[in-house]
């Protein structure tokens, strides 16, 4: 009988294990996790399950009787060694399983912050279930927290925190809050968002240490000031989990190297989800991403890949963000762009940005605007080439923009 060994218990993990059994792969499929859970939903970590608005089991992916009798789950284990020769894993507790097709599903860790202090307790990190039960044993109305960082996990922290009667201050290294990913409008309009939502923002400040003994009560900053705080989240984005990988010898950049069929330099290994380097035929470059719409994308091709189903992933990447009572939702990718149009109304929280290069749409910020979001992601695929006066008029729909453009109908 052939064997799919998944590495992880994560999102992609859930997706690879689902959609073998959706297509009755017809070997065993064992999946090997290092953390305690079933394979679980991160966004609500800095979301709703932070804010204590949904209960854990909401997290999970699939109920735990979904994987009976055909998954065969190991969690609290880590995968240690590939042998690719042999076609075995090998994980920390000693015990060994063979495979036919191994699925490498590590996703990424956080990036620490190397300063002094960053060991006291009360400074925290994001990632996992655990680590929400520390912030929250620590978060009461009236206690001053500080986050380090103000991307897109940082202001979703400082969004829940704010509503639960926290006292808040964002530290910040760039001038702009969401700097990698979003136009300088968008990052004016959530500071403006989060500052009348009394979020003090220390923009342009880097952080070299934490004061305090035992338990963090200040956050040293680079400008000489020390903020006061009774709780730290530091979320300075995340490094791919690679080295299982790079130790057998497979190709690693910033990330797996996977082709478009999420192989790996080795055909019996696959590589899905934050972890990989991988082509992209719409964008026409390669690039990783932390999302979870590439990694349930990939997760597919890979099982599918394995069932047989010749299949090449290409697809438009999305996000979303929620912060306060504001969906931000991005398709496509912005950077390079050298022209942005806004559509709707910022001032009543609807709109959306537009990003153009060369004339063609590239990406699309959606703020409370979902039907920009859906009719402007299939545009991204096309590469559509758009009269910038013509997307900013929220009259004509995204979805009649080509054609209305092909026919040169008057502005
Ligand atoms: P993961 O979900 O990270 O799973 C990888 C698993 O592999 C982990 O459990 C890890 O412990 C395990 N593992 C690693 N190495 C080994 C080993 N050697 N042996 C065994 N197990 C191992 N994305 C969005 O699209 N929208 C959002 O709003 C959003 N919000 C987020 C909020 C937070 C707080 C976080 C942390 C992430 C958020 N993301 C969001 C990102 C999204 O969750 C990730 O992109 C997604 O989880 C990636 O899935 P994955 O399967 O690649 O990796």
Not at 108 to 123: F, I, N, P, Y
Not at 155 to 174: N, P, Q, R, W, Y
Not at 211 to 238: C, H, N, Q, W
């Amino acid at each position: 009988m052939s064997k799919v060994v998944i590495v992880g218990a994560g999102h992609g993990a859930g997706q690879v294990a689902a959609t073998l059994m959706q297509k009755k792969y017809g070997g065993s499929i064992t999946m090997i996790g290092e953390e305690r859970w079933y394979p679980y939903q991160r966004p609500p970590l800095s979301k709703k399950f932070l804010a204590g608005e949904m209960p854990a089991e909401r997290l999970y992916f699939k109920p735990q009787s979904f994987y009976e009798g055909a998954v065969d789950i190991v969690l609290g284990n880590r995968v240690t060694e590939i042998d690719r020769d042999a076609q075995r894993v090998s994980t920390a507790t000693g015990s060994d399983y063979d495979y036919d097709d191994l699925v490498l599903a590590t996703g990424s860790r956080v990036r620490t912050l190397g300063v002094s202090g960053s060991d006291l307790a009360g400074v925290h990190y994001l990632r996992g279930i655990d680590d929400v039960d520390g912030i929250r044993a620590d978060m009461a109305p009236g206690r001053r927290i500080a986050i380090v960082g103000a991307g897109y996990i940082g202001l979703e922290v400082a969004a829940v925190s704010a509503k639960l009667g926290l006292d808040v201050t964002v530290i910040e290294m760039e001038d702009r809050v969401m700097n990698r990913v979003v136009s300088p409008e968008l990052s004016a309009f959530y500071q403006d968002v989060h500052t009348a939502n009394g979020v003090k923002l220390k923009l342009s400040t880097g952080v070299t240490g934490f004061s305090g003994s035992g338990r963090v009560d200040g956050v040293k900053t680079t400008s000489g000031e020390t903020v006061p705080a009774d709780l730290v989240v530091i979320g300075i984005g995340i490094l791919p989990n690679v080295e299982l990988a790079e130790d057998c010898g497979l190709a690693v950049t910033n990330g797996i190297v996977v082709d478009d069929h999420c192989r790996t330099s080795d055909p019996h290994v696959y590589a899905i989800g934050d972890c990989t380097w991988h082509p992209n035929a719409l964008l026409g470059s390669g690039l990783r991403l932390e999302s979870v719409h590439n990694a349930l994308e990939q997760a597919k091709t890979a099982a599918l890949n394995i069932c047989g189903e010749d299949t090449a992933y290409a697809q438009v990447p999305w996000f979303w963000s929620d912060q306060y009572d504001l969906k931000l939702q991005i398709a496509g990718l912005s950077k390079g762009y050298d022209h942005t149009v806004t559509r709707g109304d910022p001032d009543g929280h609807s709109f959306s940005v537009l990003y153009l290069k060369d004339g063609a749409l590239i990406a699309v910020d959606a703020v409370n605007s979902p039907k920009d979001f859906l009719q402007a992601k299939p545009l991204i695929a096309e590469h559509a080439k758009i009269d910038p006066a013509m997307l900013a008029n929220k009259d004509v729909q995204l979805k009649d923009m080509k054609i209305r453009c092909q026919n040169e109908v008057p502005k």
